[in-house]
């Protein structure tokens, strides 16, 4: 078996439909936003560890070497990269599972594949993966999440932005297959993050990926703390930038490049699609023979 279960569980516990949230280090994650939803979702939810699978068969860890304690010369302990799952709650005391730790370094297909046979026998109902990634959008504007799925069903009943672009995939992308396949509605949702400001965390993206398990996953969390630090987050950019007139000047221009943008996707949103002008087009021609 690759995996283990936590000393509290002697066999899996039987759960009630829990949404799995999956955010795992080594991919895009621009001002680690993504990592920093996760942490906060294992503090709201009370999390601790249901299983950990086995970091031997998937880590490398020369590539993720552990971290030595010394203290006056003493080797105290060894703190070893891991790939956890953990079982925690919502305010309503609804049940999420948290796939968090390290990106596998090998055995992909082996690892989704438990993943899912896990995800099948805990019931879950849906699985969202998190990312962040930069992009030339201004902080000045509310941060846009986009999103990833095999299914067009899933992407279709969703408001976010939908890409066309060939990218290396993470292991979360391969869950997204594998779980689909497994009848177990999965997508990936990734928050836009200012290209400037991907040096320092950036909490308004952080705060969009939260509201976003929130809506899509059928959870509630109080995350208004986080709200707050995005608050002054925002502020301290503004004060920075207002300091120097070059930089407000490209700030300016940033943002009316980015409204033009925006402004044309929405005028193309509303244009109807080839396939739904000809759906339409059927459904009239139906309508005409009945009559």
Same mark, same amino acid.
């Given at each position: 078996m690759s995996y283990r279960l936590h000393d509290s569980y002697h066999v899996l516990p039987r759960l009630s439909s829990p949404l799995l949230v999956v955010m795992l280090q080594g991919w895009i994650d621009a001002s680690s936003a993504a990592h920093a939803a996760m942490n906060r979702l294992v503090k709201e939810t009370g999390a601790t560890n249901l299983l950990s699978f086995d970091a031997d068969e998937y880590l490398d860890f020369r590539a993720r070497r552990p971290t030595m304690e010394l203290r006056e010369g003493i080797n105290t302990r060894l703190d070893w990269p891991s790939i956890d799952l953990l079982l925690g709650r919502d305010i309503n005391d609804k049940e999420i599972l948290l796939l968090v730790g390290h990106e596998p370094d090998s055995r992909w297909s082996h690892f989704a594949a438990?993943? /899912?046979?896990? /995800?099948?026998q805990l019931r879950v109902r849906k699985m969202i993966g998190l990312g962040a990634y930069p992009f030339a959008t201004p902080h000045t504007r509310a941060v846009n999440l986009s999103c990833t799925s095999p299914s067009s069903d899933t992407?279709? %009943?969703?408001?976010? !932005?939908? %890409? %066309? !672009?060939? !990218?290396p995939a993470g292991i979360e992308a391969v869950l997204e297959h594998v779980l689909t396949a497994r009848g177990i509605p999965s997508v990936g949702i990734w928050a836009q993050v200012p290209h400037y400001a991907t040096s320092m965390p950036y909490p308004p993206a952080t705060v969009a990926l939260l509201g976003a398990v929130c809506d899509t996953g059928g959870v509630s969390l109080d995350v208004s703390d986080v709200r707050a630090e995005a608050a002054a987050h925002r502020e301290r950019l503004d004060t920075l930038v207002a300091a120097n007139p070059e930089h407000a000047q490209l700030l300016s221009q940033l943002e009316s490049a980015y409204d033009v943008a925006h402004e044309r996707d929405e005028r193309a949103a509303s244009i109807p699609s080839g396939d739904e002008l000809a759906a339409q087009f059927e459904a009239y021609l139906r309508e005409q023979g009945r009559d």
């Open positions: 438990t993943v /899912a046979e896990l /995800a099948v992407i279709a %009943s969703l408001p976010y !932005v939908r %890409s %066309s !672009v060939d !990218v």
